[in-house]
């Protein structure tokens, strides 16, 4: 089964400084990746997909993501990082084995640091 | 255009009860999806419904079941509840075609389930 990994619990970054959140991929076949958001107490919000081309990926709120197929990483990037970006981040792929089924990954917590 | 809208958004059950949660899809979409999310980690897959019918499902046992209405509405329901069953439920919809399976989930706010 295709599935994702984020390899780190939490992110520390200062504001203003750029920040990374990592995310790992094994999938059989092309990957359909995603990124999605959770502040507390709501629902997970769309950020970007990776389906085929550009290896930069750009999305809501300023976030982009690369995607490196040697690597098998889909990481999720953003220049300059805000108070306001301190959230719940998942990464997801899309799960042909399991009906084209959107997998989630256990989620990486985003602290900006004032 | 309205969003995913879950109802109730919190309730308390006990051991051994039957819960019914439900979902109003986005406006234009035709596909439900329902997560599970546990304190502290990612939503796991429960099931998805397309054109009324279960189209795939995760690692739930039966007593996890679900229905899907002419409007696209959806109710999750779950019977003989146990502790472990304590979690945040939360109801994703899509529009998908026969070809296209999964697309970008528009997620509603949840329900959150606390048994006794």
């Known amino acids: 089964a295709q599935s994702v990994a984020q390899p780190e619990d939490q992110v520390n970054v200062a504001e203003g400084n750029p920040l990374t959140v990592k995310c790992t991929y094994s999938v059989s076949g092309n990957p359909y990746l995603f990124w999605y958001v959770q502040y507390p107490n709501r629902g997970l919000q769309f950020l970007l997909k990776y389906i085929t081309g550009d290896n930069l990926v750009k999305g809501s709120y300023g976030f982009e993501a690369e995607f490196n197929k040697s690597q098998t990483s889909f990481h999720l990037k953003k220049p300059s990082a805000l108070v306001s970006d301190s959230a719940l981040y998942f990464c997801?792929?899309?799960?042909?084995?399991?009906?084209?089924?959107?997998?989630f990954g256990k989620g990486t917590r985003l602290h900006i640091l004032p | 255009e309205t969003g995913v809208t879950q109802s109730p958004t919190h309730l308390i059950k006990t051991r051994g009860q039957q819960v019914t949660l439900r979902c109003s899809s986005q406006?234009?979409?035709?596909?439900v999806s329902w997560y599970q999310q546990a304190l502290g980690q990612g939503p796991q897959f429960i099931f998805q419904y397309y054109r009324e019918e279960e189209n795939g499902r995760g690692n739930f046992p039966p007593r996890f079941s679900g229905l899907q209405f002419p409007n696209y509405s959806s109710e999750l329901n779950v019977n003989a509840l146990e502790l472990d069953d304590s979690a945040l439920y939360l109801c994703?919809?899509?529009?998908?075609?026969?070809?296209?399976?999964?697309?970008?989930?528009?997620f509603g706010a949840g329900s959150r389930l606390t048994v006794l």
């Open positions: 997801a792929v899309r799960d042909i084995a399991r009906d084209d089924k959107i997998i």
């Open positions: 994703a919809s899509s529009f998908g075609t026969v070809l296209s399976g999964a697309n970008v989930l528009t």
């Open positions: 406006s234009g979409h035709n596909t």
